[in-house]
Every structure is written in structure tokens, then in C-alpha cells.
């Protein structure tokens, strides 16, 4: 099964192996496999639907303030205990996880999206919301093949508010599918038939439109905060075991049922034959890439539907399945340092690829003073502002001001400054709750006086003074002192030309001396 990542996603996988029985299981969908890493536990949840006992394995995140959740769901012929490679992602996310039972194998009348699925997916919810920290805003919904059935099954029936659906490779429609794989003399035929009227030879073709997402009305709950990723790998059907056109008609439908006239937002029909019958999409032009693989097609509705089909068959691939959620939200707020393309907060990026940077550095900004007469340069001024540049309330804040505090125009002032920090640090506190580490970065040294604009004139001993009022205003606040300052000094001049700016080289160095105090923090 190919759980290789999932956040508080559903992570729905499904199918045997991809064409017939004799085929080893792909890696996304190792059905044989039990292993599980040493954070993995066990847990019996009850259904409250019938009061049967439905199985889950489960992460529970190490962090005390709310994470988010995946809910990852075995494939079609798997269970519970089928190898899911997804939860080793969320435990270096620390993010919560499940991987519950739903009835099983999808060859008997009670599983294949049956009412009591249905059920046992909002049953596991419930039960991570109830037995782990998790953020309710921030559960996701991830699943390959069968799985995607179910994730799609899932944003169509659920009564959670799920932020995020994300399905691979999935069979929406059982009636086709039956066709398609009697054709192909594969086991999925017998599979429906069984689940639909309980015997192999014959399906209750009714019982299976009934069963079908593609069937199926509107979502049950508001999705209009909800984000549902449809995709597909254009030479499915041929190398593996689900034609494209369900994901191609899947999406149709789905956008046609927000807004029949968002015509843009179509597949026309012409490009679902031509993708289906050539497998490539003749003139569609340069499309990107997509977790390592070229993008032959794509569209989407608004911010509610994606689409992307991609160069593969029928897989996920092995990219960051779990890229569209962020870890952990890091508000960024400095001067120009921060502020230049390829600056700390950029570089941190590149260090931190898991999670959401969110760069308010300004150049010229100070922590405290009108710095030119413009009060959009006072941090203390524009507290709520910049808070609100964050889509969240962030993890953590990395301050890194200073530098402008310390300008010849503010000589007579210097004392004010670790005052300023301190009410700075205070707001701060009291609009982001106790959840939210500060990171108080001391500020660069000055180049000689010699070299620098006479603006800065006189840094270098200011700058100096305020080094240990930082750490003494960091410690009492109970905030995170990083000293850059000295460890830089000594080759700070091979890192700037004007003495205060550093190049990408010095804010790479700069980076990495900020991460590692995050590190210490979040291992």
C-alpha cells in the first residue's frame, strides 16, 4: 500500500496487486508486509453503528500544542495491519496519524463503500480527536487506487470538515470498473461481484451505482473550506488496473456540481478520449512537474478542486505526498537582511522544507522607532499586521531586528531598545498564546566605521551594548537566545561589501545558525 505520507490525511489506498493475482504487491500497496516503526500503537475502536470492533494503528504527536491528523485507510485488499510507509512521514512531521480498519477487504456486502464504512471513517476521526492533541481545522485525506475510492467516498459523505482530500489513481465509478476488469479477467470483477449481491459470478449492478462516488449527490457536509486533489497517471488502465477516465469523469462531475457553468474549469470531452486512447494530450504545451514526474495535464475549480495527471501508471508517486501541509508555521520578522530575495528567511526555507515560512521582514525596519518618520518601519506599531500575515497562529516567531535601532540617528535612544524588545516580546505573547516559541537572534556586527554609510556611523559599539540587553530581555521572557553576532564576527567580512548587508553566502551561514537552535527545540 502505498502509504509513504500523510498529515491528518485520510490516506485511502486500495487495490490488489495491478493487473492479475500473480503480480507482486507495488510499494504503495504492500498488502503483506505488517512492519510498523516503534512509535506505532494499537488502539480497538468501537463502532457506533453496529458496536463491532474496528481495529486502527496510530501515532499520537509528541508536540503539547494541536497538530494535525492523517487518517490513512488500507487499500482494497488490505487491513489495518497492511505496511503503511506514511506514518514514518508524520512521525518526523510530528504529526497525529491513524490507519483504521473499515470493514476490511473490499470483497464482502459490509466494505466497498458500504453505510457502515461510512461509519468506521468518522468513528476513527472522532477517536483521534478524542485521544491525540489535534488541530480539528487541520485533518487531511489521502489515499491511492481503492483508497482514493474511499477518500473520495469520504469528502462526499463525511460529516467532518475535513481541510484537505488528496486521492491517486482511484475507481470511481464499480459499474464501469466491473466491465473493465471482467474484461481484463482480473479478481476486481469478482471482488464487486460479492460485494454487491454476496455471490462471485453475478453483480447487483444497482447495489453498485448505489456504492460509486460518481453516483453519488452533492458532499453531505459544507466542502467550500475543503480542498480535494484529484490525480491520475496517464498510462493507468494499460500498466495498471484503473483506466484515467475515472479520475477525468470523477472531476467533471464534481465541478459541474459546484458550477455548471464553469466551463474553463472542464476536462472538454475531447481531451478525456484523446488521454484515454493515446495516453498523452497532444499540443497541451510545457505543464511542470509534479513529485518528480511531468505534468500532461491539469485544471481546477477555484480553490475547492484540483486535477493533475501525470507521466505514471497506477501509483502514487514517490514524491512529498504530504507537501500541501505545513508542518509547522514560522513567522519571519526582520530588516533588509530578511527582506533580500535569497535572505534568512529564504534560506530557512530550504532548511526547513516542511514547513510554512511566513517572511514579514521589511527593509529599514526597527523594533521600536519611526525609523525616516514611517511608522510602518516600527514593529511595535504594526504588531497585529504582521501577525495577521500568517494564515495560522504561528509555532514559532524568529525575531531579528536591530540593526536600524542602532542607527546615528538613534544614538540618543539606545536604552530604549531592549525596552522596546521587551514590550515587543509581551504583545507578542499575549496575541499568540503559550503555544508559540520566540526566537530572539542577536543582531550582525557593524563593518568599521570607515566603510560604512554615515547613517551607521558609530554602530559597531551600539550594536555591541545592546548584544547582552537581548539575551538578559530573551531570558526573562523565557524566550530562545540565538547569539549569530559572535559566531560571525570573525568571518563577517568575507560575507558583506557594505559593512551591513550580508550576500547569499553570509545568509546561508545565517540560516543554518537559526536552525539550529529551532532543532534544539524540535528535534
Request: glycine residues 8%; neutral net charge; hydrophobic residues 35%.
Amino acid at each position: 500500500m502505498l502509504f509513504k505520507r500523510l498529515i491528518f490525511c485520510v490516506f485511502f489506498l486500495g487495490l490488489y496487486p495491478l493487473i492479475a493475482c500473480a503480480q507482486p504487491d507495488p510499494s504503495w500497496d504492500d498488502t503483506k508486509s505488517k512492519s510498523w516503526p516503534a512509535g506505532a500503537r494499537k488502539a480497538a475502536i468501537t463502532s457506533s453503528a453496529d458496536g463491532s470492533i474496528q481495529n486502527a494503528v496510530y501515532y499520537k504527536a509528541r508536540s503539547g500544542k494541536p497538530r494535525p491528523l492523517v487518517i490513512s485507510l488500507h487499500t482494497w485488499g488490505g487491513d489495518y495491519l497492511q505496511k503503511d510507509t506514511l506514518i514514518n512521514m508524520c512521525i518526523e512531521r510530528d504529526f497525529n496519524y491513524i490507519h483504521p480498519d473499515f470493514r476490511g477487504p473490499n470483497n464482502r456486502p459490509q466494505a466497498c463503500g458500504s453505510e457502515l464504512v461510512i461509519r468506521d471513517i468518522d468513528d476513527a476521526i472522532d477517536w483521534a480527536l478524542e485521544n491525540t492533541k489535534t488541530d480539528p481545522a487541520d485533518i487531511h485525506v489521502v489515499g491511492v487506487s481503492g483508497g482514493a475510492f474511499a477518500t473520495v467516498l469520504t469528502y462526499l459523505k463525511s460529516r467532518h470538515p475535513i481541510r484537505s482530500f488528496s486521492a491517486y489513481a482511484g475507481l470511481y465509478d464499480l459499474v464501469d470498473w466491473y466491465y473493465e476488469s471482467l474484461g481484463r479477467k482480473s479478481r476486481y470483477a469478482t471482488d464487486i461481484a460479492r460485494v454487491t449481491s454476496g455471490t462471485p459470478d453475478r453483480p447487483d449492478l444497482e447495489e453498485a451505482r448505489k456504492r460509486s462516488p460518481f453516483y453519488m449527490e452533492k458532499p453531505v457536509t459544507d466542502r467550500s473550506r475543503s480542498k480535494l486533489n484529484l490525480y491520475c497517471g496517464i498510462h493507468d488502465g494499460y500498466t495498471g488496473s484503473v483506466p484515467v477516465s475515472h479520475t477525468l469523469k470523477m472531476y467533471n462531475k464534481l465541478v459541474k456540481s459546484f458550477d455548471p457553468r464553469a466551463i474553463t474549469s472542464l476536462v472538454p470531452e475531447e481531451y478525456v478520449h484523446t488521454m484515454v486512447r493515446e495516453r498523452t494530450l497532444p499540443g497541451a504545451g510545457e505543464q511542470g512537474d509534479f513529485m518528480g514526474r511531468k505534468v500532461i495535464y491539469k485544471n481546477h475549480y477555484q480553490d475547492k478542486l484540483k486535477l493533475i495527471v501525470f507521466e505514471g501508471g497506477h501509483e502514487m508517486p514517490p514524491g512529498d505526498a504530504l507537501a500541501h501541509i505545513p508542518s509547522r508555521t514560522i513567522l519571519a520578522i526582520g530588516d533588509s537582511n530578511g527582506a533580500v530575495e535569497n535572505g534568512w528567511p529564504d534560506q530557512l526555507k530550504q532548511l526547513r522544507p516542511h514547513d510554512l515560512i511566513v517572511n514579514t521582514s521589511v527593509s529599514g525596519n526597527t523594533i521600536g522607532f519611526d525609523n525616516a518618520g514611517r511608522a510602518d518601519l516600527n514593529t511595535l506599531k504594526n504588531v497585529d499586521k504582521i501577525l495577521g500575515k500568517s494564515p495560522e497562529t504561528p509555532d514559532a516567531v524568529v525575531i531579528m531586528l536591530g540593526t536600524n535601532d542602532c542607527k546615528a540617528e538613534f544614538a540618543g535612544e539606545l536604552k530604549k531598545v531592549p525596552a522596546n524588545l521587551d514590550e515587543l516580546i509581551g504583545k507578542l505573547k499575549t496575541k499568540t498564546g503559550p503555544g508559540t516559541q520566540i526566537f530572539i537572534v542577536s543582531p550582525l556586527p557593524y563593518g568599521d566605521d570607515a566603510a560604512l554609510a554615515e547613517k551607521y556611523a558609530g554602530g559597531a559599539v551600539r550594536i555591541r551594548y545592546l548584544l547582552g540587553e537581548f539575551r538578559r530581555v530573551a531570558e526573562k521572557n523565557k524566550c530562545f537566545y540565538i547569539d549569530t553576532h559572535g559566531r560571525i564576527q570573525g568571518i563577517y567580512p568575507s560575507y558583506t561589501q557594505d559593512g551591513i548587508h550580508l550576500n547569499t553566502a553570509g545568509q546561508a551561514v545565517l540560516a543554518t545558525l537559526i536552525n539550529e537552535e529551532i532543532r534544539r527545540v524540535w528535534p
